[in-house]
T-cell receptor, first 112, second 117 residues
Framework: DTGVSQDPRHKITKRGQNVTFRCDPI?????LYWYRQTLGQGPEFLTY????????KSRLLSDRFSAERPKGSFSTLEIQRTEQGDSAMYLC??????????FGSGTRLTVV | AQSVTQPDIHITVSEGASLELRCNYSYGATPYLFWYVQSPGQGLQLLLKYFSGDTLVQGIKGFEAEFKRSQSSFNLRKPSVHWSDAAEYFC???????????????FGKGTLLTVNP
């Protein structure tokens, strides 16, 4: 296990289309987080899972966004009816206990 | 709610010079504090973390940070900067969330470090 994997690395989509991103955390990590990062900003919290349970969602996560973590393993983040304002880097991280988060390389979304 | 301020948006240093990146946090309880580094187009790599105990924390790549409760600060230092240290640096504070020992990270806006040869 070499770390947190995110797929795809880059996604270009037309406004109004749906997109789905995948995150594979480190296998022994029970917590998984999604963050969004726009240019010139630090990452902003979107949501987090402990095992398969989604325990917290940010108000940034509008009803167009949905995240799942079936069976407490990989996670998906779906954005429906994409808007240009959704263009950002979407970062996934996982953790166990009090260890620091391990981040993936991110998925860069461009909505045209 | 917790927050992090990184007062310096961009810092330029010469290779071999010392470095200090500033971080101030706001949090009502004992904070968990972190420094991450991000290279262009990449995810974030953990440099060091503070949970409790010794207020001077050693990290990877020769970095260290000092927690000063009285100043609500967690500044990152390195005695001699290398060209490969050029990147963006993020300070983060962890706030206890639901689920027991979990914490949620709140990040500052980052400091971009440029290293001159």
């Amino acid at each position: 296990d070499t770390g947190v994997s995110q797929d795809p690395r880059h996604k270009i989509t037309k406004r109004g289309q749906n997109v789905t991103f995948r995150c594979d955390p480190i296998s022994e990590h029970n917590r998984l987080y999604w963050y969004r990062q726009t240019l010139g900003q630090g990452p902003e919290f979107l949501t987090y899972f402990q095992n398969e349970a989604q325990l917290e969602k940010s108000r940034l996560l509008s009803d167009r966004f949905s995240a799942e973590r079936p069976k407490g393993s990989f996670s998906t983040l779906e954005i429906q009816r994409t808007e240009q304002g959704d263009s950002a880097m979407y970062l996934c991280a996982s953790s166990f206990g009090r260890d620091g988060y391990t981040f993936g390389s991110g998925t860069r979304l461009t909505v045209v | 709610a917790q927050s992090v301020t990184q007062p310096d948006i961009h810092i330029t240093v010469s290779e071999g010079a010392s470095l200090e990146l500033r971080c101030n946090y706001s949090y009502g309880a004992t904070p968990y504090l972190f420094w991450y580094v991000q290279s262009p187009g990449q995810g974030l790599q953990l440099l060091l973390k503070y949970f409790s105990g010794d207020t001077l924390v050693q990290g990877i790549k020769g970095f260290e940070a000092e927690f000063k409760r009285s100043q609500s600060s967690f500044n990152l230092r390195k005695p001699s900067v290398h060209w490969s240290d050029a990147a963006e640096y993020f300070c983060a504070v962890g706030a206890m969330g639901s689920g027991g020992s979990n914490y949620k990270l709140t990040f500052g806006k980052g400091t971009l470090l440029t290293v001159n040869p």
